[in-house]
């Protein structure tokens, strides 16, 4: 399946399109299918996030939306050095979850 990603354009944090917004965390992220590019280029022009791009993804175990490539997976998450400044400062497995 194909993700949507980008940045926002007020704070720079990495954000997931969920169909209807953009969410900071990727397991709202939704399957775009081929439709990533009208997506990207609409969100794009109407200003809401910067330079948006498809990934590969899939749904682990639990159901929970992973990015295929380990770089997407650590834009997810946060910083890997500092597990308390993540997204999931509370979960200790947090960093397994890149790797």
């Not at 280029?41 to 295929?68: C, F, L, Q, S």
Request: glycine fraction near 10%; hydrophobic fraction near 40%; aromatic fraction near 6%.
């Amino acid at each position: 399946m194909k993700i949507l990603t980008g940045n926002d354009l007020k704070s720079g944090a990495v954000t997931w399109w969920d169909g209807t917004g953009w969410s900071l965390h990727v397991e709202d992220a939704c399957d775009v299918g081929d439709q990533a590019p009208v997506i990207a280029a609409r969100e794009e022009a109407e200003g809401r996030v910067n330079v948006p791009y498809a990934i590969e993804a899939t749904r682990d175990e639990d159901g929970r939306m992973r990015p295929a490539h380990i770089k997407d997976r650590i834009r997810a998450l946060g910083p890997t050095v500092r597990t308390d400044l993540t997204l999931r400062p509370a979960d200790p497995a947090a960093g397994t979850w890149v790797i």
